[in-house]
């Protein structure tokens, strides 16, 4: 079983959708699935979704669609046919986000931004004013020499050498990167590259790096280096990585929309069951012992002792006696 499209994706489809359903009433609905992207079965449910949205309760303050016949139509969605006006302060809000992008190193689209930042300052006046006073710096947390010399080594395709902290393991490790980009993410700088100790692309949180150097040696990544799709996060599990099967209660369901699983299987209760990979258990174990009895490891079976004889050892120094499974306590 696949697992489910997340509540923030179907969203962003149903507010993309309407305005655009509106502008084309009567398109056939085998059309209108295949240029929105998603199946008619899909197109089908977002459409019966429809009739609980609107502005208010009252049934002329829901939006209508009707499809029958092949043919869709949807009308008192007039609210959100059209582009909404920035009040002043998403205006402000808007140009500052932007004014931030333009910093990022590497960015193929700074003459975009800088179009948009024109049009807004245009439009706004004051806002553009108050926008302008405002300065944004985003290399918090990193060295401005660090991130200089990485900057520097990916534009010079120089190979670089590292001492990088794995938190996880409270280890220090040296390698040798072919780096590939710096990007910053949720407020965090990265380095992705090539890592020869690896022999795989890897993403390094640059407020880890304890040490880079840049070294005289060609740093151009072998042709099997790829970057990673970013879009969904800094994690990308890896077909290699451990498949890990957890049950959750209902007060741990919310687990399956903040990771990336790969298959949801609902049961009873509310409960379900979830799989999902990782290269590397600690997190996931300290997950499960938070969660408490709302979580369970099925699989594999070294990871569900590693859970209990942690769980153990936690209420040993509690003092506190683990129940005997099969028992309550």
Not at 181 to 190: E, G, I, K, M
Not at 224 to 239: H, I, Y
Request: overall charge negative.
């Amino acid at each position: 079983m696949s697992a489910p499209e997340t509540a923030t994706a179907r969203l962003t489809r149903l507010l993309t959708m309407v305005p655009w359903l509106v502008n084309r009433q009567g398109i056939d609905t085998e059309q209108a699935a295949a240029e929105l992207g998603i199946t008619v079965e899909q197109l089908d449910a977002d459409l019966r979704l429809l009739y609980l949205c609107g502005y208010g309760q009252m049934p002329d303050e829901l939006i209508d669609a009707q499809w029958e016949n092949g043919r869709v139509f949807v009308t008192n969605a007039d609210t959100i046919a059209r582009p909404l006006r920035l009040g002043r302060d998403e205006a402000l809000t808007l140009m500052v986000g932007l004014r931030a992008l333009a910093s990022v190193p590497g960015l193929g689209e700074r003459d975009a931004i800088e179009r948009a930042m024109a049009k807004l300052e245009e439009a706004t006046g004051a806002s553009a004013e108050a926008a302008s006073r405002v300065e944004v710096a985003i290399s918090e947390g990193v060295e401005a020499d660090l991130l200089a010399d990485a900057r520097r080594a990916v534009e010079g395709h120089r190979r670089i050498h590292l001492h990088y902290l794995v938190p996880s393991r409270d280890e220090s490790t040296e390698r040798d990167v072919d780096p590939m980009r710096v990007v910053n993410l949720d407020a965090r700088w990265y380095l992705e590259g090539w890592c020869h100790r690896a022999q795989d692309t890897r993403l390094f949180r640059m407020d880890r790096i304890e040490s880079l150097e840049v070294l005289d040696v060609d740093g151009t990544p072998p042709e099997q280096a790829q970057l990673r799709d970013l879009d969904a996060g800094t994690f990308t599990p890896r077909p290699d990585d451990t498949l890990v099967t957890l049950h959750l209660a209902r007060g741990a369901a919310w687990v399956a929309d903040y990771y990336p699983v790969e298959t949801v299987e609902p049961g009873p209760e509310g409960s379900l069951t979830v799989t999902l990979r990782t290269a590397d258990t600690l997190w996931l174990r300290r997950l499960v012992l938070r969660l408490g009895g709302h979580a369970t490891v099925v699989a594999p079976a070294e990871l569900a002792q590693a859970v209990t004889s942690g769980a153990t050892a936690a209420l040993a120094a509690y003092g506190i006696e683990a129940a005997a499974p099969g028992t309550d306590g």
